[in-house]
């Protein structure tokens, strides 16, 4: 919490007395799927076939904890979301990786 507020000061300081207009990035979202298994009345993606054909599509383990420490080495929160970031069997994998 104390690095978030101090990255919020700096970005501050920053904007407010130099000319340097590029901000340290402070939060990040990692849309770590797009598999969902609700059926939302307003969501046209819920099906078997779109899981599947998705599931497919997202990054491994290995490469989801790359991205992870791509992430993290510019930004002072990661923020999981997708479709539903639960229905991935190595969630708390890749969460545990991301706060180590």
């Known amino acids: 919490m104390l690095k978030l507020i101090a990255s919020y000061f700096e970005n501050s300081l920053r904007a407010n007395f130099t000319d340097e207009r590029v901000l340290r990035p402070m939060v990040a979202t990692y849309y770590v799927t797009a598999m969902c298994n609700f059926r939302c009345t307003y969501c046209e993606?819920?099906?078997?076939d779109f899981n599947e054909f998705v599931k497919d599509k997202q990054?491994?383990?290995d490469d989801a904890k790359r991205i992870i420490d791509v992430i993290a080495a510019d930004c002072d929160v990661l923020y999981f979301t997708g479709g539903e970031p639960l229905v991935r069997t190595d969630i708390v994998d890749l969460v545990r990786h991301a706060y180590m």
């Open 45 to 48: 993606h819920y099906s078997a």
């Open 59 to 61: 990054a491994n383990t």
